[in-house]
């Protein structure tokens, strides 16, 4: 090569910066005293300024760069579930090939699914790559096969996708410096995740493709369940299955409306696609879920003859309806019978109504997204999980819903709601200023604190017994002990205006030892019968075993000395018979719960039913304190007596419609989120409100109440789209307003809650006139619920909910090898497609450059000149110098030049 092809660089130029020094050297110059020759002090100048440019040019490192042709080359493996036993001894094979006689050092392998792993450098064996694919292999092959009583296939997160884009990423950020880089991708194209034409247009690296055959056992799945978006009350509708497969079988087909079966058909199908119509109808938004299962004979036994698949997880699907009509109504009630007559008072004003026990709130937001609004009555909070409760405040915030709690000697304070989710969503407090005409409460909590209770219990144990202070009156007395092998008090007995030291004092408690509760037993006892109140009360949490002792004879000398006990069983490992007995004795309460976070609501409750100062149950006339529209048309004049209610704090921002003779609220309301919650104080049966019962204006008022709390759906020139392809969602809106026009420059707001609860929001962009679109991410299966708002200006035009439900990964789908995207890949990064083994090596036009660093040379040259420099400096070279005699005339002494 001539010179002309090397080239220099400067790694670090900043350090030329350093070239400032010269002048100064130069001013010294002119500005120097030493008597030396003028000429030696040039020299030595320009000695010393060579110096420090070497100097200068090794910390700006200085490089020479010589083109080289060393190529080194990333072979991109895809190891996801899409690619078989088959293709990967392929892709093994070729890489063997490709690198036979090549130095190791010149090669990498890249194995990837849904992300890359790390490049296996230097001499990577094949050989053990191998051994690695057939472990995986073999642990995916545990879910593999056509008996459904074997695991699931998908125990592998990482084979779930395969994602092009991230390997090429990576295996670009892998390359050395001072090679000419090369990838090789050995992949079936399928990509689920990413966009990998575009990286490889952006790579300036080659990509040179190998196409891997796609997975060729015997498979049959569902691909898609087709549904209308949205059908009106009972009107009938297809749900149309589309199943494919490899070869021609027999399956057993089942369509599922919800949790209920509602077809099972024998279908013979054949290779390529299969599409299959079932007529439905529905009253109510629901998921239509279809599973392919083996067919079985005469006798019930599966036939082994049918059915042969090999991936399990692709046999289901699902698909959403959503029901336009009557609002629906979800009312939980402790006594559902009780409740029937609020039923029955909504279903007259058009609305329909769902009568559950506490068990059945929905646990799932799809469940949840059936009705326009939710109402708990006299539903306590330790009857619910935390769970039902978060989904109740994301279904109210987040999705629009509405939610109604209504009174009762199990509701609010009385509930144990108190810091509770639901009370965050109520536009009251459970917790109030107590009467001081109310009997003063002397309590003594006792705490198992023994090593089982560590952890989360006991600190949930103590945010409890904190908790149960902050809803004591000021009159009331409150003492805490705690135990293990031995008692401990934590806190005497003393008033509740000392609430800062009890609470630090709680704070103090930590786990260790054994179980030995007796003995707490009889101080708290002894510490309650000693105390002055009217009311006294004992409280016992444990988890455990305790050591034995007279547990029933105390608890018989506390019932004698009018003290109350109350016990809290939490997990299976405490004696449930033993602390229900103590409770009956004790005339209190038992509670037992598997879950450690119910037990705040469980001392909340507690406390407050404890103090008998959270209910009013003498008779009064509802007070309108603010007019609403949504109480047009009822004479409250006329309204009968409510025998009680429960007693609340409005929070700052809510409104009090309705209130007590008293003063205290009713009937408020407030807008938590997107939706809106609405708290009634009294009860809507028979207990208190067993007069407005024959009321007339008992079935508008409850229908207006309702219809104003519940969400609002207007679909009348509102279309909603939602498409699914890959991981990314699209969402398309088109509005016309009343008089047909397309509603334009409007504000769409889309709001996502994903399967996890996780919400998230974006605003709609407007495409064409009326049209408004988006897109998401839905990377996770389960269900998405979707809530859609239009507004102009101050006014909700428009809102929609709808869903989306993600089954098995794109992964598990029956596709051919994607060729097309190979060859692109190839095509516009300058790769080869389907390349030769032989000619991954080969040499090309193109070259890199190497760079040589030539800082040890300029180093070692700057220290001789700056020895040469030394000696200019210090030696006058004119005394050295052979010096040359002058002839002068006769008569004239002689001189020296």
């Known amino acids: 090569m001539s010179f002309d092809s090397y080239e220099l660089e400067l790694t670090r130029p900043v350090w030329l910066a350093a070239l400032a020094v010269l002048p100064v050297l130069v001013y010294y110059f002119y500005r120097s005293l030493v008597d030396l020759p003028r000429r030696q002090m040039l020299v030595s100048l320009l000695v010393r300024g060579v110096v420090i440019l070497l100097l200068v040019l090794a910390l700006a490192g200085l490089n020479l760069l010589s083109p080289t042709e060393q190529l080194f080359v990333v072979f991109a493996v895809d190891e996801s579930l899409s690619v078989d036993d088959d293709a990967r001894a392929k892709a093994d094979e070729f890489i063997a090939a490709a690198t036979t006689d090549v130095d190791p050092a010149t090669y990498a392998v890249l194995p990837f699914a849904a992300e ?114 949205q059908v009106a009350q009972g009107e009938p509708f297809y749900v149309e299955v589309v199943i494919n497969s490899n070869h021609d079988d027999e399956v057993l087909i089942e369509v599922f409306k919800g949790d209920h079966r509602v077809i099972s058909e024998l279908e013979s199908i054949t290779e390529g696609e299969n599409r299959f119509r079932f007529r439905q109808q529905c009253e109510k938004p629901e998921e239509f879920s279809v599973r392919l299962e083996r067919p079985r004979d005469e006798s019930g036994s599966p036939r082994m003859d049918r059915f042969d698949d090999t991936l399990l997880d692709n046999n289901m699907a699902s698909g959403l309806v959503y029901a336009s009509g009557k609002p629906r109504v979800l009312l939980v009630d402790s006594t559902p019978d009780l409740a029937r007559d609020l039923a029955w008072a909504l279903e007259e004003q058009e609305l329909l109504v769902d009568v559950r026990p506490p068990q059945g709130l929905p646990e799932s937001l799809a469940d949840l997204q059936n009705y326009e609004l939710i109402m708990l009555s006299n539903v306590p909070a330790t009857d619910l999980t935390s769970r039902q409760m978060e989904l109740v405040r994301t279904y109210v915030s987040d999705l629009g819903g509405g939610f109604i709690m209504l009174g009762g000697d199990q509701s609010f304070g009385l509930g144990g709601y108190y810091k509770s989710v639901i009370e965050e969503v109520l536009p009251v407090r459970s917790d109030f200023e107590k009467e001081k005409e109310k009997p003063s409460l002397a309590m003594v909590i006792v705490i198992d604190r023994s090593g089982s209770m560590g952890g989360q219990k006991i600190e949930l144990a103590k945010e409890a017994a904190k908790s149960a202070v902050e809803l004591l009156g000021s009159r009331d007395q409150i003492g805490v002990l705690a135990f293990d092998d031995e008692t401990y008090e934590i806190s005497e007995l003393r008033p509740v205006a000392d609430s800062g030291l009890v609470k630090d004092r709680i704070s103090t408690i930590q786990a260790g030892g054994g179980t030995n509760m007796s003995p707490s037993m009889e101080q708290a006892y002894d510490i309650l019968s000693a105390a002055n109140a009217k009311l006294k009360h004992c409280i016992i949490l444990t988890d455990g075993i305790s050591a034995p002792g007279d547990f029933q004879g105390i608890a018989q000398a506390m019932t004698g000395a009018r003290i109350t006990v109350t016990t809290v069983g939490v997990g299976q490992g405490c004696d449930q018979a033993l602390l229900e007995e103590i409770a009956r004795i004790g005339r209190g309460r038992y509670y037992f719960t598997d879950d450690p976070s119910s037990i705040p609501q469980i001392f909340a409750k507690e406390t407050v039913t404890a103090s008998k100062s959270a209910i009013n149950e003498e008779p009064f006339l509802p007070q309108v304190i603010r007019s609403a529209p949504a109480l047009a048309e009822i004479d409250f004049d006329t309204a009968p007596f409510l025998l009680g209610f429960v007693i609340t704090r409005p929070k700052p921002t809510s409104e009090v419609i309705l209130a007590t003779e008293s003063g205290e609220p009713l009937l408020s309301w407030w807008r938590y989120g997107l939706g809106m919650s609405v708290a009634w104080t009294s009860d809507g049966k028979s207990r208190w409100a067993a007069e407005w019962l024959s009321w007339p204006g008992f079935n508008k008022f409850w229908a207006q109440v309702v219809r104003h709390a519940m969400r609002k759906s207007e679909a009348k020139g509102f279309v909603v789209d939602v498409q699914r392809e890959g991981t990314r969602a699209s969402v398309r809106v088109d509005s016309i307003d009343p008089l047909g026009a397309f509603l334009n420059e409007a504000d769409a707001t889309l709001t996502v809650i994903d399967p996890r609860l996780k919400k998230s929001e974006m605003t709609l962009t407007q495409t064409a006139p009326g049209r408004y679109t988006g897109e998401f991410e839905v990377a996770d299966p389960g269900a998405y619920q979707i809530d859609i708002a239009q507004t102009r200006g101050s006014d909700v035009n428009y809102r929609q909910s709808r869903g989306l439900v993600v089954g098995y990964p794109d992964e598990l789908r029956l596709k051919p090898t994607n060729e097309k995207l190979l060859r692109s890949l190839a095509d516009v990064s300058g790769g080869t497609y389907e390349i030769a083994s032989d000619q991954v090596f080969e040499l090309s036009e193109e070259t890199a450059s190497n760079a040589v660093p030539v800082w040890p040379y300029l180093l070692a040259a700057a220290l001789v000149l700056f020895l040469a420099d030394v000696a200019l400096r210090r030696i006058d070279f004119s005394m050295i110098l052979p010096q040359k005699r002058l002839k002068l005339p006769s008569g004239g002494a002689p001189g020296r030049v």
């Open 116 to 229: 890359p792993e790390e490049i296996k450098r230097q001499g990577s064996k094949v050989e053990g790559r191998e051994q690695g694919n057939a472990s995986q292999e073999s642990d995916n092959n545990k879910g593999v096969g056509s008996d459904n009583s074997q695991p699931s296939a998908l125990n592998s997160q990482l084979s779930q996708a395969t994602n092009i884009q991230a390997a090429l990423e990576i295996a670009a950020a892998g390359m050395p410096p001072h090679h000419v880089p090369r990838i090789i991708l050995l992949s079936d194209g399928n990509e689920t995740a990413g966009d990998a034409l575009r990286t490889a247009m952006n790579a300036e690296i080659p990509v040179s493709t190998v196409p891997l055959p796609v997975r060729d056992d015997p498979e049959i799945q569902v691909s898609a369940v087709e549904v209308p978006t």
